[in-house]
């Protein structure tokens, strides 16, 4: 009989926590206020070309997950700092990716504290976003051109529906589910693949086209799209309640697993004939913990078992010294073998900062899940005191507290 998913897993992750938080205090203290996209040769720069500013929030969702997971003031005054530093730009309407900003570090401050003028913050990022939806076409516009959609903003979508929750504002409901039904209908395909980009007529709103700014090809399957999807559409549902967008991020789901089957780790696009790097280690850290979202909020356990063991194996692959950075001297990074974008030869097969952070991410939600399913098997009664308290500093806190 095999060996259940989970088996060993747990003590990995929890190094890999360990060490993450390590690195993250390195780069804290010793480049204080930047936040660095990518490295080079395995050193953070901020320096080199950004394509656009959509990562700020990454370093500060890293700093509240060790806040939360610790208890200890350091990170917390970190990450209270880290969040302060982007708080202006609730107000920025050059950019598609105010969701990447606020839910890391706004909605988990307030998700910890439950202050409602932290939320406001949420709420306000929620409503710019809101401004850049087209009403022919009913999609949130990319940065790139009004006339375009990126599978992206399907993970930033989320920050208007919290607002919509948050203040009973239809119009924004409206936006926001309209935005993901569009997406669904033109960017995501008939066996679940995604298009990175939708192309439309500004002066009809009709689809035109599909176009890719990182994927190999307009009609081709780039990974970290895929994983923005299954993530996003996850979302989705879990602040709308729509059963729409839970059986599209199903097939989002079953076709990243499908497509990636025991190697675990994507490469840049799957359609790409011999890609010059067989792996792209973010978009697979983006699916684990997207698919962990997916199993706790599957209505079947057959769907919840798939995606619960499907989030492990990737997991146990980037635990592994292939893509960990732990045996890699001088490495400032967490994970290995990230890309950015490989059209401009920005971070290739380098750490990238959201690679790191949904890395983290993942692990953490992996652990609590254990953590739940383990009291859950002893004491039925404890587990469902434990499913109410996530999303608050545990009782005992764990994981590495950096000296003052």
Not at 194 to 208: M, Q, R, S
Not at 386 to 396: F, I, K, L, N
Request: proline share 5%; net charge negative; aromatic share 12%.
């Amino acid at each position: 009989m095999a060996a259940p998913p989970t088996e060993g897993f747990e003590p990995a992750a929890t190094q890999a926590l360990d060490f993450a938080a390590v690195q993250v205090e390195r780069l804290v203290r010793t480049r204080p206020d930047a936040f660095p996209i990518y490295t080079v040769g395995g050193r953070w720069h901020v320096e080199d070309e950004a394509w656009t500013n959509w990562t700020e929030g990454f370093l500060g969702g890293l700093l509240w997950i060790f806040t939360r997971r610790t208890g200890s003031l350091w990170w917390r005054e970190r990450a209270e700092h880290y969040s302060r530093l982007i708080e202006p730009r609730r107000f920025d309407r050059t950019v598609h990716d105010l969701g990447f900003l606020f839910i890391p570090t706004w909605k988990r401050w307030y998700d910890l504290d439950r202050d409602p003028a932290l939320l406001g913050r949420v709420i306000d990022a929620g409503r710019t976003l809101a401004l850049r939806f087209n009403q022919r076409g009913r999609y949130l516009r990319s940065f790139v051109a009004h006339e375009s959609c990126f599978i992206d903003i399907m993970m930033n979508v989320g920050v208007i529906f919290e607002a919509a929750r948050a203040t009973g504002d239809a119009d924004l409901l409206r936006i926001a589910t309209e935005h993901c039904l569009t997406t669904r209908r033109h960017l995501v395909r008939g066996d679940g693949s995604t298009a990175h980009e939708g192309i439309f007529d500004l002066d009809t709103g009709a689809f035109v086209r599909p176009g890719t700014q990182q994927g190999w090809r307009p009609d081709s399957s780039w990974a970290r799209g895929q994983a923005w999807a299954l993530y996003g559409f996850g979302t989705a549902f879990r602040l709308s309640d729509d059963p729409r967008f839970l059986d599209t991020a199903y097939r989002c789901a079953d076709y990243f697993l499908d497509r990636t089957g025991e190697v675990a780790i994507p490469p840049n696009d799957w359609e790409e004939p011999d890609p010059p790097r067989p792996y792209e280690s973010s978009a697979a850290a983006i699916a684990a913990s997207g698919l962990l979202q997916l199993a706790k909020i599957a209505d079947d356990p057959v769907h919840a078992a798939r995606y619960r063991d499907g989030a492990v194996a990737i997991l146990k692959a980037l635990c592994s010294p292939r893509f960990l950075a732990a045996d890699t001297p001088g490495w400032e990074g967490v994970l290995l073998h990230g890309v950015y974008h490989e059209r401009k030869n920005l971070g290739v097969d380098e750490s990238v900062m959201w690679g790191d952070y949904f890395f983290v991410e993942a692990l953490d939600r992996a652990l609590d899940d254990a953590h739940e399913r383990t009291t859950s098997s002893s004491n039925h009664a404890s587990a469902l005191e434990s499913a109410e308290s996530v999303g608050t500093t545990r009782s005992q806190p764990t994981g590495h507290t950096p000296r003052s």
